[in-house]
Structures are given as structure tokens and as C-alpha cells.
């Protein structure tokens, strides 16, 4: 009984769409269609009742975004996230963004949609121009559970081989090196970062 004399704060998301059909339809096609209005307007139940009186809170501060994409480990992978002090920082996120359907402005395909922190090393270096799939051999599974079907990596010296070999058919700008000599005992990944390869 004392839950039923609780004095009623939120109205729901159905209520919402009784006066604003276009933004709810906006939202039902966007990335925040699962999102609760008042989980960023507040509690309805008050502006229901007299919307002339009581206005829902619109936020305009980055804090507010920032509590579900500020960058987070334990958050899912792909999940869009930023690192406030360096992502447009001072800009309100609303300059870039549409609140009911964010789309950023440019939407990530590929590796990058996951892997945008490798993307952003490898982009500055060498091995910018080299597709993943050169270097890591991925299952089509992986895109629906990567979890479960990780990329395989390169395990042998013969992989960096192909192109970094003296003999190797690789363009003349290719650094190359004696694989018999150079670094004998050892993977080439365990003194090269093969996203970037310069930095040993």
C-alpha cells in the first residue's frame, strides 16, 4: 500500500508522443529509440497535467551525454564513447549531435566502428595504407559475436616477411631486413608494434 501512495512523478514515454509525434518519430528511427524521454527531459507527470506551466528540463550541457559516453572500459565494445577533454572539448554536444537521432558525423564502418582507438595509432603510421584483414585473418562470425570468433593474428616471421624481406616484390619504400639475421629468436610483434611499427 505505501508504494500506491506514492505521489505519481513520471508519465512515460507513450504520453510524449501524444503532442510531439514528429520528434517521437525522429527518435523511433535513431540510435536513441530505446532511450525513456525523461531520461534526459526528467519526470512528465507535472507538464502532462499543465504543460504551459511546467516545462520538462531540455539539457544543453556536455555533462548530461557524457553520463552515458564518456569513455568507460567496462562499457560493451562499440558502443559510442568519447574522451571528453579531447573530443570537441568546450563545444556543447548538440552543436554536432541531434539529441532524438545522434548520428555522428561520420558514421564508422568497418574495424574502425570497434576498433576506433587502433584505427586513430595506425592512421599516423606506415601501415596506414594496409587493410586489417592483411595482417589478421577474420571469420565472418566475428561482426555478430566478436567476442566468441576473435581475429587471428599474425604468429610466424613470415607474415612481416612478405613485404619487409630483402627479397620481397613489396615497393622500394618498404624497410627490409635480413629475416635470418635480424631479430632470429624472436616474433617480429615482440619488438615492433605492428600498428605502429616505428615506435620500438
Known amino acids: 500500500m505505501q508504494n500506491a501512495a506514492q505521489e505519481i512523478n513520471y508519465g512515460g514515454s507513450e504520453v510524449c508522443t501524444e503532442c510531439h509525434d514528429a520528434l517521437a518519430a525522429e527518435k523511433k528511427s535513431g540510435y536513441h529509440r530505446m532511450v525513456a524521454c525523461e531520461a534526459c527531459h526528467g519526470p512528465s507527470a507535472a507538464h502532462v497535467q499543465d504543460a504551459e506551466k ?28 568519447v574522451v571528453s577533454d579531447s573530443h570537441n572539448p568546450v563545444k556543447p554536444c548538440i552543436v554536432c549531435h ?72 613489396a615497393p622500394k619504400e618498404v624497410p627490409r631486413v635480413n629475416m635470418a639475421t635480424h631479430g632470429e629468436k624472436y616474433l617480429c610483434w615482440q619488438c615492433h608494434y605492428p600498428h605502429q611499427p616505428e615506435a620500438h
Do not use: W
Open 54 to 81: 511546467v516545462k520538462p528540463q531540455v539539457p544543453r550541457s556536455r555533462t548530461h551525454c557524457l553520463l552515458c559516453h564518456e569513455y568507460l572500459v567496462a562499457r560493451p565494445t562499440g558502443f559510442p564513447q
Open 98 to 169: 541531434e539529441p532524438h537521432n545522434p548520428k555522428p558525423p561520420n558514421v564508422p564502418t568497418g574495424c574502425d566502428a570497434c576498433h576506433a582507438k587502433v584505427q586513430r595509432i595506425i592512421v599516423l603510421s606506415r601501415h596506414s595504407s594496409l587493410q586489417c584483414t592483411v595482417c589478421h585473418e577474420v571469420s565472418k562470425e566475428h561482426k555478430i559475436n566478436p567476442r566468441g570468433n576473435r581475429p587471428k593474428s599474425m604468429q610466424d616471421r613470415q607474415s612481416c616477411g612478405k613485404c619487409h624481406a630483402k627479397e620481397s616484390t
